[in-house]
Nanobody, 112 residues
Framework: QVQLVESGGGLVQPGGSLRLSCAAS????????MGWYRQAPGKQRELVAR???????TYADSVKGRFTISRSNAKNTVYLQMNSLKPEDTAVYYC??????WGQGTQVTVSS
């Protein structure tokens, strides 16, 4: 069983930045794809960004140029750097491990 611990969410003003982290248990982190998803109230969960083992990245159109996903295989951790945040980025953000396991979620609220 993989355990994922997310951190870094919070309240930020429009235009601000946050950095989310997700630390994973287990010994095969470097061989799996990691992703960040988000779910806003009343909406379906959606992909925000994904990073493959080769470090190839994929982003939702809505966050391209503003968000950056990265990983540290040495620390079993995936990051999401979020810049130029907008109110519509408000959601619970979830870490995903190998398309199978989910973190508990961390709330991101963008509001003045």
């Amino acid at each position: 069983q993989v355990q994922l611990v997310e951190s870094g969410g919070g309240l930020v003003q429009p235009g601000g930045s946050l950095r989310l982290s997700c630390a994973a248990s287990g010994s095969i982190f470097s061989t799996v794809t990691m992703g960040w998803y988000r779910q806003a109230p009343g909406k379906q969960r959606e992909l925000v960004a994904r990073i493959a083992t080769s470090s190839y990245t994929t982003y939702a159109d809505s966050v391209k140029g503003r968000f950056t996903i990265s990983r540290s295989n040495a620390k079993n951790t995936v990051y999401l750097q979020m810049n130029s945040l907008k109110p519509e980025d408000t959601a619970v953000y979830y870490c995903n491990y190998n398309y199978a396991y989910w973190g508990q979620g961390t709330q991101v609220t963008v509001s003045s």
